[in-house]
Protein backbone atom coordinates (compact mmCIF):
# COMPACT_ATOMS: atom_id res chain seq x y z
CA UNK A 1 0.00 0.00 0.00
CA UNK A 2 1.62 3.53 -0.90
CA UNK A 3 2.04 5.76 1.97
CA UNK A 4 -0.63 8.25 1.04
CA UNK A 5 -3.73 5.14 1.27
CA UNK A 6 -1.94 4.14 4.62
CA UNK A 7 -2.51 7.96 5.65
CA UNK A 8 -6.23 7.58 4.76
CA UNK A 9 -6.71 4.60 5.94
CA UNK A 10 -4.94 4.86 9.79
CA UNK A 11 -6.53 8.18 10.31
CA UNK A 12 -10.13 6.56 8.74
CA UNK A 13 -9.22 4.16 11.54
CA UNK A 14 -8.65 6.46 14.35
CA UNK A 15 -4.64 4.51 14.90
CA UNK A 16 -2.77 7.31 16.26
CA UNK A 17 0.05 4.80 16.81
CA UNK A 18 -0.26 3.50 13.00
CA UNK A 19 -0.22 7.56 11.68
CA UNK A 20 2.54 8.51 14.15
CA UNK A 21 4.47 5.17 12.75
CA UNK A 22 3.87 6.48 9.08
CA UNK A 23 6.12 9.52 9.63
CA UNK A 24 10.32 9.77 9.97
CA UNK A 25 11.01 10.05 13.78
CA UNK A 26 11.22 14.12 12.88
CA UNK A 27 8.41 14.09 11.13
CA UNK A 28 6.22 17.78 9.91
CA UNK A 29 2.63 17.43 10.14
CA UNK A 30 0.97 20.56 9.33
CA UNK A 31 -2.62 21.27 9.27
CA UNK A 32 -3.69 24.77 8.46
CA UNK A 33 -7.71 23.64 8.31
CA UNK A 34 -8.14 24.36 11.62
CA UNK A 35 -8.48 28.29 11.08
CA UNK A 36 -11.93 29.76 11.06
CA UNK A 37 -12.98 26.61 14.05
CA UNK A 38 -12.80 26.45 17.45
CA UNK A 39 -9.05 24.88 17.41
CA UNK A 40 -5.64 26.13 16.18
CA UNK A 41 -3.46 25.27 13.16
CA UNK A 42 -1.61 21.71 13.94
CA UNK A 43 2.04 22.15 13.95
CA UNK A 44 3.09 18.96 15.27
CA UNK A 45 7.13 17.71 14.91
CA UNK A 46 8.54 14.26 15.22
CA UNK A 47 6.37 11.00 15.08
CA UNK A 48 5.78 10.21 18.80
CA UNK A 49 4.20 14.07 19.31
CA UNK A 50 2.48 13.36 16.20
CA UNK A 51 0.89 9.89 17.83
CA UNK A 52 0.09 11.46 20.83
CA UNK A 53 -1.46 14.03 19.92
CA UNK A 54 -4.33 12.41 17.81
CA UNK A 55 -4.82 9.88 20.54
CA UNK A 56 -6.21 13.02 22.25
CA UNK A 57 -8.06 14.35 19.19
CA UNK A 58 -9.35 10.66 18.84
CA UNK A 59 -10.70 9.80 22.12
CA UNK A 60 -12.15 13.25 22.29
CA UNK A 61 -13.67 13.30 19.22
CA UNK A 62 -12.31 16.24 18.16
CA UNK A 63 -10.91 15.38 14.68
CA UNK A 64 -12.26 13.04 11.93
CA UNK A 65 -12.51 12.47 8.61
CA UNK A 66 -15.07 11.25 5.84
CA UNK A 67 -15.65 10.72 2.23
CA UNK A 68 -11.91 10.48 1.41
CA UNK A 69 -10.34 9.82 -2.23
CA UNK A 70 -7.13 9.40 -3.13
CA UNK A 71 -6.03 11.66 -6.17
CA UNK A 72 -2.59 10.83 -6.69
CA UNK A 73 0.85 9.37 -4.91
CA UNK A 74 0.96 12.20 -3.21
CA UNK A 75 -2.48 13.76 -2.84
CA UNK A 76 -5.80 12.84 -1.65
CA UNK A 77 -9.16 14.74 -0.50
CA UNK A 78 -11.89 14.44 2.14
CA UNK A 79 -13.97 16.53 4.73
CA UNK A 80 -12.06 17.22 8.06
CA UNK A 81 -14.34 17.42 10.55
CA UNK A 82 -12.78 19.78 13.65
CA UNK A 83 -15.54 18.85 16.62
CA UNK A 84 -18.14 18.64 14.51
CA UNK A 85 -16.90 21.75 11.65
CA UNK A 86 -16.29 20.22 8.31
CA UNK A 87 -14.01 21.64 6.32
CA UNK A 88 -13.11 20.15 2.34
CA UNK A 89 -9.62 19.51 2.86
CA UNK A 90 -6.78 18.23 0.83
CA UNK A 91 -3.66 16.84 2.02
CA UNK A 92 -0.35 16.29 0.54
CA UNK A 93 2.61 14.21 1.04
CA UNK A 94 5.36 17.13 0.84
CA UNK A 95 8.50 15.31 1.49
CA UNK A 96 8.90 10.95 1.57
CA UNK A 97 12.32 9.71 3.41
CA UNK A 98 13.92 7.20 0.74
CA UNK A 99 12.54 4.29 3.06
CA UNK A 100 8.88 5.50 2.09
CA UNK A 101 8.35 7.45 5.85
CA UNK A 102 6.58 11.05 5.86
CA UNK A 103 8.89 13.70 6.25
CA UNK A 104 6.64 16.35 5.69
CA UNK A 105 2.52 16.52 5.47
CA UNK A 106 0.33 19.86 4.57
CA UNK A 107 -3.22 19.70 4.95
CA UNK A 108 -5.31 22.56 3.92
CA UNK A 109 -8.13 23.75 3.00
CA UNK A 110 -9.25 22.97 -0.76
CA UNK B 1 11.56 31.33 57.40
CA UNK B 2 7.36 31.82 56.76
CA UNK B 3 3.65 31.08 58.02
CA UNK B 4 2.23 29.32 55.21
CA UNK B 5 -1.41 27.90 55.17
CA UNK B 6 -2.58 25.71 52.77
CA UNK B 7 -5.95 23.68 51.73
CA UNK B 8 -6.06 20.04 51.19
CA UNK B 9 -2.84 19.30 52.12
CA UNK B 10 -3.55 16.17 53.73
CA UNK B 11 -3.55 14.19 50.44
CA UNK B 12 -2.10 14.18 47.02
CA UNK B 13 -0.10 17.83 45.71
CA UNK B 14 -1.27 19.55 48.93
CA UNK B 15 0.63 16.61 51.15
CA UNK B 16 3.84 17.11 49.04
CA UNK B 17 3.93 21.03 49.07
CA UNK B 18 3.45 20.78 53.01
CA UNK B 19 6.12 18.33 53.31
CA UNK B 20 8.57 20.53 50.64
CA UNK B 21 7.25 23.67 52.65
CA UNK B 22 7.96 22.59 55.66
CA UNK B 23 11.59 20.96 54.92
CA UNK B 24 12.05 24.39 54.24
CA UNK B 25 11.76 25.46 57.54
CA UNK B 26 8.40 26.77 57.23
CA UNK B 27 5.95 26.62 59.49
CA UNK B 28 2.39 25.20 57.78
CA UNK B 29 -1.90 25.29 58.58
CA UNK B 30 -2.89 22.29 56.93
CA UNK B 31 -6.77 23.30 56.24
CA UNK B 32 -8.31 19.73 55.55
CA UNK B 33 -11.10 17.71 56.23
CA UNK B 34 -9.20 15.11 58.53
CA UNK B 35 -5.32 14.56 59.59
CA UNK B 36 -5.00 18.68 59.67
CA UNK B 37 -4.55 21.63 61.83
CA UNK B 38 -8.14 23.34 60.85
CA UNK B 39 -10.93 20.92 60.10
CA UNK B 40 -12.97 22.92 57.63
CA UNK B 41 -15.92 21.83 54.53
CA UNK B 42 -14.74 24.30 52.32
CA UNK B 43 -17.40 23.03 50.00
CA UNK B 44 -19.95 25.06 52.77
CA UNK B 45 -19.99 28.99 53.31
CA UNK B 46 -20.20 27.93 57.51
CA UNK B 47 -16.72 26.09 56.82
CA UNK B 48 -15.06 28.87 55.16
CA UNK B 49 -15.74 30.82 57.59
CA UNK B 50 -14.40 28.70 60.24
CA UNK B 51 -10.86 27.96 58.35
CA UNK B 52 -11.11 32.11 58.09
CA UNK B 53 -11.52 32.53 61.33
CA UNK B 54 -9.22 30.30 62.73
CA UNK B 55 -6.62 31.57 60.48
CA UNK B 56 -7.10 35.37 61.97
CA UNK B 57 -6.70 33.54 65.79
CA UNK B 58 -3.67 31.73 65.00
CA UNK B 59 -2.25 33.94 63.07
CA UNK B 60 -2.96 37.28 63.48
CA UNK B 61 0.17 39.35 62.18
CA UNK B 62 -0.01 37.55 59.22
CA UNK B 63 0.83 35.12 56.60
CA UNK B 64 3.86 34.65 53.93
CA UNK B 65 1.68 32.12 51.97
CA UNK B 66 -1.74 30.72 50.88
CA UNK B 67 -2.11 27.73 49.09
CA UNK B 68 -5.36 26.33 47.48
CA UNK B 69 -5.12 22.60 46.57
CA UNK B 70 -8.51 21.50 47.85
CA UNK B 71 -10.64 20.37 44.94
CA UNK B 72 -12.72 17.60 43.68
CA UNK B 73 -12.44 15.88 40.34
CA UNK B 74 -14.91 15.90 36.97
CA UNK B 75 -15.76 12.31 37.93
CA UNK B 76 -17.46 12.47 41.91
CA UNK B 77 -20.52 12.64 40.68
CA UNK B 78 -21.58 15.65 42.53
CA UNK B 79 -21.12 18.53 40.11
CA UNK B 80 -22.89 21.04 42.83
CA UNK B 81 -19.85 19.59 45.24
CA UNK B 82 -17.39 20.57 41.91
CA UNK B 83 -18.44 23.96 41.77
CA UNK B 84 -18.72 24.71 45.77
CA UNK B 85 -15.61 23.42 46.65
CA UNK B 86 -13.44 23.81 43.28
CA UNK B 87 -14.38 27.40 42.68
CA UNK B 88 -16.26 28.83 45.94
CA UNK B 89 -14.19 27.24 48.43
CA UNK B 90 -10.87 28.57 46.58
CA UNK B 91 -12.25 32.22 46.39
CA UNK B 92 -13.67 32.54 49.43
CA UNK B 93 -10.69 31.33 51.44
CA UNK B 94 -8.31 33.62 49.44
CA UNK B 95 -10.67 36.89 49.69
CA UNK B 96 -10.71 35.35 53.53
CA UNK B 97 -6.99 35.96 54.43
CA UNK B 98 -6.25 38.27 51.51
CA UNK B 99 -5.96 41.04 54.66
CA UNK B 100 -3.60 38.47 56.76
CA UNK B 101 -1.57 37.94 53.32
CA UNK B 102 -1.16 41.65 53.46
CA UNK B 103 0.44 42.24 56.30
CA UNK B 104 3.34 39.93 55.49
CA UNK B 105 3.36 40.69 51.45
CA UNK B 106 2.51 37.27 51.22
CA UNK B 107 1.85 35.37 48.18
CA UNK B 108 -0.86 33.00 47.04
CA UNK B 109 -0.92 30.14 44.63
CA UNK B 110 -4.27 28.39 43.64
CA UNK B 111 -4.57 25.10 41.95
CA UNK B 112 -6.26 25.62 37.90
CA UNK B 113 -5.98 22.32 35.49
CA UNK B 114 -4.42 21.99 31.95
CA UNK B 115 -7.72 20.85 30.71
CA UNK B 116 -8.21 24.10 31.00
CA UNK B 117 -6.79 24.77 27.24
CA UNK B 118 -8.55 22.32 25.87
CA UNK B 119 -11.40 23.35 25.19
CA UNK B 120 -13.75 20.90 27.24
CA UNK B 121 -14.92 23.97 29.19
CA UNK B 122 -18.57 24.34 29.49
CA UNK B 123 -18.20 28.14 29.09
CA UNK B 124 -21.58 29.79 29.92
CA UNK B 125 -20.88 27.78 34.08
CA UNK B 126 -17.21 29.79 34.01
CA UNK B 127 -18.93 32.76 32.88
CA UNK B 128 -21.23 32.54 35.53
CA UNK B 129 -18.82 31.82 37.92
CA UNK B 130 -16.76 34.86 37.15
CA UNK B 131 -19.33 37.60 36.60
CA UNK B 132 -22.13 36.21 38.90
CA UNK B 133 -19.92 34.57 41.75
CA UNK B 134 -21.91 36.48 44.43
CA UNK B 135 -24.95 34.54 43.69
CA UNK B 136 -23.74 30.73 44.74
CA UNK B 137 -26.97 29.32 45.64
CA UNK B 138 -28.52 29.85 42.29
CA UNK B 139 -25.21 28.58 40.41
CA UNK B 140 -25.61 25.73 42.26
CA UNK B 141 -29.14 25.15 41.55
CA UNK B 142 -28.54 25.54 37.63
CA UNK B 143 -25.60 23.02 37.82
CA UNK B 144 -28.02 20.50 40.37
CA UNK B 145 -30.54 20.11 37.14
CA UNK B 146 -27.67 18.92 34.84
CA UNK B 147 -26.51 14.90 34.88
CA UNK B 148 -24.12 14.12 37.81
CA UNK B 149 -23.62 10.60 36.83
CA UNK B 150 -22.57 11.63 32.69
CA UNK B 151 -18.76 11.50 32.86
CA UNK B 152 -18.49 13.95 30.47
CA UNK B 153 -20.92 16.69 31.68
CA UNK B 154 -18.85 16.53 35.20
CA UNK B 155 -15.80 17.07 33.44
CA UNK B 156 -17.05 19.81 31.74
CA UNK B 157 -18.22 21.61 34.84
CA UNK B 158 -14.55 21.01 36.46
CA UNK B 159 -13.17 22.24 33.62
CA UNK B 160 -15.70 25.34 33.70
CA UNK B 161 -14.24 25.42 37.55
CA UNK B 162 -11.11 25.54 36.40
CA UNK B 163 -11.07 28.03 34.21
CA UNK B 164 -13.15 30.24 35.74
CA UNK B 165 -10.40 30.21 38.70
CA UNK B 166 -7.52 30.88 36.68
CA UNK B 167 -9.69 33.64 35.21
CA UNK B 168 -10.79 35.12 38.84
CA UNK B 169 -6.72 34.77 39.53
CA UNK B 170 -5.44 36.83 36.39
CA UNK B 171 -8.26 40.02 36.74
CA UNK B 172 -7.23 39.83 40.55
CA UNK B 173 -3.62 39.65 40.22
CA UNK B 174 -2.94 43.59 39.37
CA UNK B 175 -4.76 44.75 42.31
CA UNK B 176 -3.18 42.20 44.69
CA UNK B 177 0.31 42.92 43.55
CA UNK B 178 -0.31 46.60 43.86
CA UNK B 179 -0.86 45.73 47.76
CA UNK B 180 2.05 43.73 48.13
CA UNK B 181 0.49 40.32 47.45
CA UNK B 182 1.30 38.50 44.56
CA UNK B 183 -1.17 35.68 43.06
CA UNK B 184 -0.28 32.92 40.61
CA UNK B 185 -2.00 29.28 39.54
CA UNK B 186 -0.82 26.09 38.93
CA UNK B 187 -2.04 24.29 36.03
CA UNK B 188 -0.99 20.82 36.45
CA UNK B 189 -1.22 17.96 33.65
CA UNK B 190 -2.95 13.99 35.38
CA UNK B 191 -1.26 13.42 38.69
CA UNK B 192 -1.18 10.29 40.91
CA UNK B 193 -2.84 11.04 43.87
CA UNK B 194 -6.20 9.61 45.98
CA UNK B 195 -8.71 11.47 42.78
CA UNK B 196 -6.97 9.57 40.08
CA UNK B 197 -6.41 6.16 41.79
CA UNK B 198 -10.22 5.72 42.24
CA UNK B 199 -11.35 7.19 38.96
CA UNK B 200 -13.49 4.13 37.04
CA UNK B 201 -11.82 2.74 33.74
CA UNK B 202 -13.70 5.07 31.55
CA UNK B 203 -12.15 8.21 33.30
CA UNK B 204 -8.44 6.40 33.57
CA UNK B 205 -8.98 6.06 29.22
CA UNK B 206 -9.62 9.88 29.02
CA UNK B 207 -6.39 10.58 31.39
CA UNK B 208 -4.67 8.57 29.14
CA UNK B 209 -5.34 10.20 25.80
CA UNK B 210 -3.84 13.32 27.04
CA UNK B 211 -0.85 12.46 26.67
CA UNK B 212 2.26 13.72 28.67
CA UNK B 213 5.37 13.88 26.30
CA UNK B 214 8.16 13.65 29.49
CA UNK B 215 6.37 10.53 30.45
CA UNK B 216 6.50 9.40 26.85
CA UNK B 217 5.89 5.24 26.03
CA UNK B 218 4.84 5.06 29.90
CA UNK B 219 1.03 4.67 31.07
CA UNK B 220 1.96 6.90 34.25
CA UNK B 221 0.71 10.00 35.01
CA UNK B 222 2.53 12.87 36.81
CA UNK B 223 4.51 12.26 40.57
CA UNK B 224 2.74 15.20 42.81
CA UNK B 225 6.19 16.11 43.90
CA UNK B 226 6.73 17.70 40.26
CA UNK B 227 3.49 19.31 41.12
CA UNK B 228 4.87 20.52 44.57
CA UNK B 229 8.00 22.02 44.14
CA UNK B 230 6.57 24.71 41.78
CA UNK B 231 4.28 25.97 43.96
CA UNK B 232 6.56 26.13 46.50
CA UNK B 233 8.52 27.84 43.78
CA UNK B 234 6.18 30.51 43.11
CA UNK B 235 5.60 30.90 46.81
CA UNK B 236 9.17 31.72 47.48
CA UNK B 237 11.08 35.46 46.88
CA UNK B 238 12.76 33.80 44.14
CA UNK B 239 9.36 33.79 41.91
CA UNK B 240 9.03 37.29 43.35
CA UNK B 241 8.90 38.82 39.73
CA UNK B 242 6.20 35.96 39.01
CA UNK B 243 2.39 37.63 39.28
CA UNK B 244 -0.91 36.50 37.76
CA UNK B 245 0.76 33.67 35.68
CA UNK B 246 -1.04 30.55 35.21
CA UNK B 247 1.68 27.84 35.32
CA UNK B 248 1.12 25.00 32.93
CA UNK B 249 3.13 21.87 35.06
CA UNK B 250 2.27 18.86 32.84
CA UNK B 251 5.62 17.38 31.41
CA UNK B 252 4.62 19.53 28.38
CA UNK B 253 0.93 18.27 27.38
CA UNK B 254 -0.73 21.84 27.20
CA UNK B 255 2.61 22.80 24.73
CA UNK B 256 1.23 19.55 22.73
CA UNK B 257 -2.09 19.96 22.06
CA UNK B 258 -1.88 23.88 21.47
CA UNK B 259 1.86 24.30 20.08
CA UNK B 260 -0.03 27.98 18.54
CA UNK B 261 -0.68 29.59 21.59
CA UNK B 262 2.08 31.39 23.08
CA UNK B 263 0.09 33.74 24.82
Redesign the interface.
Known sequence: MKPIQQFIEVIENKDFAALGALFTPDGHYCDYCANGT???????YGK??IA??F??K???R?YSIMGAAVLDDRHAEFIASF?GYNIMAIVTLQQLSEDGHIKRLTVRPK | MGVYAITGGSSGIGAKTVELLKKRGNQVVNIDLKKCDIQANLATPEGRQKAIDELHRMHPDGLDGLICSAGVSGACGNLELIISLNFFGTISIVKGVYDLLKKKGGTCVVTTSNTIS???ARMDIADLLNNNNDDEQRLLNLVSRMDGTNLSVGNSIYVATKYALARWMRRHSASYAANGVRINAVAPGNVNTAMTATMSSNAK??L????I?TK?GRETLMDPEEIASVIVFLSSDDARGVNGNVMFVDGGTDA??????VY
Open positions: AQHEYHLEAMFRNFLFQG | QGASANALPPYLLNTEK
